[in-house]
């Protein structure tokens, strides 16, 4: 378990989408900083039978707001990770909007908008997964 880090950030998408293959350039270019490197990116493609049942355990996400991400930690006892629970269900955040899940930690993106997940979104969920 000394190999495993802390946190992972799972992301949702599908082949063929720019906003996913967007939102996956993205993270990773995040990871790259070393304020971050607590992290690493798991990817699922929601159109595959293993990201799909990934997806559906993940809850919480609405399959029209793909891309989404969502952030997990480490259990220190049973050396798997789990969905960090949003501390704040409903609140209005001024940086990530109505794209903010309501369950978990974790993003979805809103086409209400211009249906982007901004780096700045990003790492301010991170940045709350690192305060909980």
Known sequence: MADKKPYQIV????????????LNKRVD??????????????????MTEDG????????CINPQRIPALAVKILNA???EYNY???????????VCGSSKLYTYLGLQTDYSGNGTITPNMVSH???????I
């Open 77 to 79: 006892d049973s050396g």
């Open 11 to 22: 992301l949702f998408g599908k082949a063929g989408c720019d906003k996913c293959a967007l």
């Open 52 to 59: 799909l049942i990934d997806f559906c355990n993940a809850e």
């Open 29 to 46: 270019k995040l990871l790259q900083k070393p304020e971050w490197k607590r992290f690493e990116k798991i990817y699922h493609d929601i």
């Open 125 to 131: 969920v991170l940045e709350e997964a690192v305060r």
């Open 84 to 94: 960090i629970t949003n501390d704040k269900p409903g609140s209005r955040d001024t």
